[in-house]
């Protein structure tokens, strides 16, 4: 059986969320929308699929690679602009004489998460936001090899790390390898993905935290979506690039001051004399 899933492109409305990835392989809970669509494909009997892109579409093809992992057979497809559904079944379904999936799993539009489909992801930062956290309660599937529920609504990876003396507020999610330092609070509606260092006494609330992102000592990161440097507050739709690598960095960047301290050391850094809040009205 066979399926075909359609990528979205860039959008407008969530422009930045675009910047390092494809919006289809952007991650979102520790996966993404292709692997949620892959493994709904799989759930539903498919054992092929092709993957159609007019964004990036090596980045994706890498990413999928021949669709093993997920127990099918993939091919990613360039195209020079983005399909609607119709459009992809009569170019590519009409003429094909192998089995295909029944309407309307054999060709997918991926602008959402699965079993939502009133929640369309890319109209704006805070549908992207608000479809996370919805979709929040159905992440911890038999398949996440190591998650665990600390608490009512918390739950947290492989390999992360916790200070006894952070709070964590329901809902939370947070991803494997993470860092959460002495007095950080984090929660309510906080997503924190792979490998993200949050320091001590940092506050993340209403927040998205992306993958190997650096939140600094002291800073106060609420209703918004944070992605390396780049500050997002989906709330007022406004979008900073935060020059203090001390405040807000990617630790992608090896060479970074940041990223060389932690290498060594995951001990606290110098304490300030004052905290820090992106505020969203004025960009400062």
Do not use: N
């Given at each position: 059986m066979k399926s075909l899933l359609i990528c979205p492109s860039e959008r407008q409305g969530v422009a930045a969320l675009a910047e390092q990835h494809p919006l289809a392989i952007l991650p979102l809970l520790g996966k993404t929308l292709v692997d949620y669509w892959l493994e709904h494909l799989v759930e539903h009997g498919a054992k092929e699929a092709v993957v159609l892109s007019d964004d990036r579409a090596p980045q994706?093809?890498?990413?999928?690679?021949?669709?093993?992992?997920?127990?099918?057979?993939?091919?990613?497809?360039?195209e020079v602009t983005e399909r609607t559904v119709d459009e992809a079944r009569n170019r590519y379904k009409v003429a094909d004489n192998t089995p295909w999936l029944g309407a309307p799993d054999d060709?997918?539009?991926?602008?959402?998460l699965p079993p939502t489909p009133d929640r369309p992801l890319f109209t704006s930062y805070a549908a992207w936001f608000a479809a996370g956290i919805?979709?929040?309660?159905?992440?911890?599937?038999?398949?996440?090899?190591?998650?665990?529920?600390?608490?009512?609504?918390?739950?947290?990876?492989?390999?992360?790390?916790?200070?006894?003396?952070?709070?964590?507020?329901?809902p939370c999610w947070i991803g494997d390898n993470v860092y959460i330092g002495d007095g950080a609070i984090v929660g309510p509606n906080v997503i924190v993905e792979e490998?993200?260092?949050?320091?001590?006494?940092?506050i993340v609330r209403d927040s998205h935290i992306g993958p190997n992102t650096f939140i600094g000592a002291h800073a106060d990161v609420e209703h918004s979506i944070a992605l390396g440097s780049t500050l997002i507050n989906w709330k007022y739709d406004s979008v900073?690039?935060?020059?203090?690598?001390?405040?807000?960095?990617?630790?992608?960047?090896?060479?970074?001051?940041?990223?060389?301290?932690?290498?060594t050391s995951v001990a606290k850094q110098p304490e300030r004399e004052w905290t820090w809040k992106f505020n969203a009205k004025t960009g400062l």
């Open positions: 994706i093809a890498a990413y999928v690679e021949d669709g093993a992992r997920w127990g099918l057979k993939v091919a990613v497809q360039h060709v997918i539009f991926m602008d959402r919805d979709w929040l309660p159905h992440a911890a599937t038999p398949d996440r090899v190591g998650i665990r529920v600390i608490k009512l609504g918390v739950w947290a990876g492989l390999h992360t790390r916790i200070a006894p003396t952070a709070e964590l507020h329901a490998r993200a260092f949050i320091e001590p006494r940092a900073l690039k935060v020059p203090d690598e001390f405040l807000l960095c990617s630790l992608d960047q090896p060479q970074g001051a940041v990223a060389r301290l932690l290498k």
